[in-house]
């Protein structure tokens, strides 16, 4: 039945565009600053500029999607994405930084819209027990979008000038902006036209009900980690004096999580979706322990597919958390806040992953953070078992 929705089927097939358009887009980024900025703090300042931007815009971007039609929403997204490569030009034609900034926050405003819509929107068009699968096939195919775009990107920017790369990318916005124009999303009217996302009152939301609560740390705890996975990576090709490891490490997680995905649902689809979050902490802490060993490149590379391997079920099983407790009416506004956190944990975990790098050490620091992951992993579950959380993917939610 999923794959028999029209809506859900325009949905991914969007994704697989914009993912592939966006990767490209980065890589092209990184050639142009290459030559014109030799400091790689810098680098990451400039690659920073859109975030910081996004996480402001988050909490109208959640109020837009509740009180208007998503597919809308996302079509005038699509849009102002194209703008983006667009911006690009004139930085090729000037060497000019600042209009590449001016790319990356177009970029970062669009995608405040855009993904935020898509999680929000999946409620609404399958049914309650359809989610999880959902879910899964929608992370799969993210990776499957990004491991094509890299990999074309690649290819791209070693045979052509950067302007057709990000001609590339303006012809798959385009294409992107089309699809959405044939999406038909139910609305779900805001009971409060003038209703604002603000801190305290998404963790009012929280305290009602203590699963939110749970999943939120949870998926933080592992965002911290994940946004300073690519410093660590770099490390581990410098340590071996070998850059091509970068791209094995890459393609083990990146096949662990798509074959993961594929079992997602059959392994855990009638189990606590709350204690299954919990329990895959654990499993993060056991391959965060291996990567510790980094002088060993086989356990390096097994701890990275154990790792791609839980996070295809981990982040599933959140989104599916926050779609089946909250009203139809917040979630554009949750998950626009959730976006924003995202966001925020990953600014911060650069900042976290460079020290603990520097201050222990590659292997200090994994297990440190393996550690900690651990903790929490005790905290959340004798939380959730104190409390009675359950959440289950095939049964009706309790809003």
Not at 219 to 234: A, D, P, Q, R, S
Not at 356 to 379: C, H, K, Q
Request: hydrophobic residues 55%; glycine residues 8%; proline residues 3%.
């Amino acid at each position: 039945m999923l794959w028999r929705n029209r809506t859900f089927l325009l949905l991914m097939t969007g994704e697989i565009v914009a993912g592939a358009g966006m990767w490209i887009s980065i890589i092209a980024n990184l050639q142009f600053m290459q030559s014109l900025v030799p400091s790689e703090t810098v680098k990451g300042l400039i690659l920073m500029s859109g975030l910081v931007v996004s996480i402001l815009l988050s909490p109208k971007a959640g109020v837009v999607i509740d009180l208007y039609d998503k597919g809308k929403v996302m079509m005038l997204a699509s849009l102002v994405r194209v703008l983006s490569p667009v911006f690009m030009f004139p930085a090729l034609a000037y060497d000019s930084i600042l209009w590449m900034i001016v790319s990356l926050i177009v970029m970062q405003c669009s995608a405040a819209f855009y993904f935020p819509t898509v999680q929000a929107s999946l409620p609404a068009i399958l049914s309650q027990d359809e989610l999880l699968k959902a879910n899964s096939a929608y992370l799969n195919i993210s990776t499957l979008s990004r491991i094509g775009g890299t990999a074309l990107g690649g290819v791209l920017v070693a045979s052509m000038e950067l302007q057709m790369l990000y001609v590339c990318s303006i012809i798959a916005y385009a294409v992107l902006a089309v699809v959405t124009l044939f999406l038909r999303i139910p609305q779900v009217t805001s009971r409060s036209l003038k209703e604002k996302v603000e801190f305290r009152e998404v963790l009012t939301i929280a305290r009602k009900d203590p699963a939110l609560l749970v999943s939120l740390v949870n998926n933080g705890l592992i965002t911290l980690f994940l946004g300073g996975i690519n410093l660590m990576i770099l490390k581990f090709s410098e340590i071996h004096q070998e850059p091509q490891l970068m791209g094995w490490i890459y393609a083990a997680e990146g096949v662990s999580i798509l074959t993961g995905s594929l079992l997602a649902k059959r392994w855990i689809g009638k189990s606590n979706l709350v204690a299954a979050s919990t329990l895959m902490l654990v499993f993060f802490a056991v391959s965060q322990y291996g990567m510790s060993i980094a002088g060993n490149k086989g356990m390096i590379l097994g701890s990275f597919a154990v790792f791609g391997f839980v996070v295809a079920f981990f982040f599933p099983v959140i989104a599916t958390i926050f779609q089946k407790r909250l009203p139809a009416h917040q979630q554009g506004r949750f998950f626009s806040f959730k976006s924003m956190l995202d966001r925020c944990f990953f600014l911060v975990a650069l900042g976290i992953t460079g020290g603990g790098l520097d201050l222990l050490g590659i292997s200090g620091y994994l297990l440190f953070i393996g550690s900690l992951t651990l903790v929490f992993a005790f905290v959340t579950f004798y939380y959730s078992k104190k409390h009675k959380l359950d959440v289950r993917a095939d049964e009706e939610a309790a809003a």
